[in-house]
């Protein structure tokens, strides 16, 4: 069977990594994929979002399945396109339709859709240009740090932590009234601050049943000890260590179940990944945000302790018979080192050449910003993340010793890692 899988990213040669270990996989495309993905199918040269273009592909190179690696092609409505048209809606799409991708489109929406459901999360309000002065007074009486959310897609920088009454109103005229995130910060979301430790919990669903897959934590910040602007992701660790039997207990009483129930309450079909974004706090789950796809680089780290055929568990969202599988992982830590360009998250510069993959042992490679020279045929950096490097070991401690060891044996110019990832949860480590 030839299948499409849709993005560039190390999620997306994650996944890819692990299809290609299936037995029911002819060819593997990947749109438009990056230097990783390359050596392990056929790149393709199309945009996630280019709908027309993929149409024709799917249907000149008999494609039987796309999975939809990134949120903006769910948004848009990928799946929903494919089932209105009668020469593609015999094909699965592994990602949820438009409405149902609400949950990560619209802040605001989703923030709703707890409320309805009596799921837990931060208390909030939602402002706009037409009552913009009622959020500055929102703000005054408001303790910090305040949240500030753009309400649409922001490629994961629409979230701001601001520490003082001051910032947050000049966060809200930033978003609003000069448009930082254009129509994405058309509508605002602000909402309390939770105190706790983060994690994200993903589920695969074919809309009926679930299935819970590994627990894992990112870490957004660039500097060492949680500090500096936020990125798409420095490195994660999987299982996460307070994430005991009670504790996810309470996420999948409290949480998941009433979010499943929602939908199916409200008649949004859901087919693919949620992804939970929570928040500990004294030992009880709240919802930070709704994710409509598996998040990168917790991807990195929980996919490679997945033993089920990934192609199988698709087959059974596509066909509603995820209640018949059951899910396998490896006991392991699996533990991720996200390497950056000089500058990320700011302005960086590509095309630096990179060496040293054939030396790293132990470790998995997942390409993430990379692409390759035409000219020579190098393997150059063409992203703020570069690569990630992931490593399974019986503690964590020995899988991030491996992440590391093969981190310092790669090279390009400015090269970039933060060396404490899984800081934060050594305590609880279960040996």
């Not at 393997?379 to 060891?405: C, F, P």
Request: charged residues 25%; proline residues 5%; aromatic residues 8%.
């Amino acid at each position: 069977m030839n299948i499409l899988l849709l993005g560039s990213g190390g999620r997306e040669h994650a996944i890819a990594w692990k299809m290609v270990q299936s037995p029911h996989l002819s060819h593997l495309f990947i749109a438009p994929g990056n230097a990783g993905t390359g050596k392990i199918g056929t790149n393709v040269p199309l945009s996630p979002n280019d709908f027309p273009a993929i149409r024709e592909f799917v249907l000149t190179h008999s494609v039987r399945m796309v999975v939809v690696g990134p949120e903006d092609p769910l948004v848009n409505g990928i799946h929903d396109q494919f089932l209105a048209d009668p020469l593609l809606k015999g094909i699965p799409v592994i990602g949820p339709v438009k409405q149902a991708a609400m949950l990560e489109g619209s802040k605001e929406f989703a923030k709703q859709f707890m409320t309805r459901h009596n799921i837990p999360t931060a208390a909030f309000h939602t402002f706009d240009s037409k009552n913009l002065e009622e959020g500055f007074r929102f703000i005054e009486k408001s303790t910090p740090p305040i949240v500030v959310k753009a309400d649409g897609l922001a490629a994961g920088k629409g979230v701001v932590i601001c520490q003082s009454r001051e910032e947050a109103r000049n966060e809200l005229i930033a978003m609003i009234r000069d448009a930082k995130f254009g129509e994405s910060s058309r509508r605002v979301v602000i909402e309390e601050f939770l105190r706790g430790i983060e994690i994200s919990v993903f589920v695969i669903t074919d809309g009926r049943s679930y299935k819970i897959l590994p627990s894992a934590k990112d870490y957004k910040k660039i500097g060492t000890g949680d500090t500096g602007p936020n990125t798409g992701g420095m490195g994660s660790v999987s299982p996460v260590p307070f994430a005991g039997r009670e504790f996810m207990r309470k996420v999948e009483t409290r949480i998941i179940k009433p979010t499943l129930a929602g939908l199916i309450k409200e008649n949004i079909d859901y087919q693919g990944f949620i992804f939970f974004g929570l928040i500990n706090v004294d030992g009880d789950p709240y919802v930070i945000e709704y994710n409509c796809r598996l998040g990168d680089p917790e991807t990195e780290s929980i996919i490679p302790r997945l033993k089920n055929d990934l192609i199988e568990l698709f087959y059974a969202v596509a066909n509603r018979s995820l209640k018949n599988i059951a899910i396998r992982f490896d006991k392991r830590y699996a533990a991720t080192v996200m390497l950056v360009s000089e500058g990320y998250p700011g302005k960086y510069e590509k095309g630096k050449a990179i060496t040293g993959e054939d030396t790293t042992r132990g470790s998995i490679l997942f390409h993430s910003g990379t692409s390759v020279n035409p000219e020579n045929q190098e393997t150059v950096t063409n992203g703020g993340r570069v690569l990630a490097i992931t490593s399974l070991g019986r503690t964590m401690d020995i899988a991030l010793k491996k992440s590391y060891e093969n981190a310092d044996k790669i090279r390009f110019q400015g090269k970039y890692f933060r060396n404490d990832i899984g800081f934060d949860l050594k305590k609880g480590e279960q040996h």
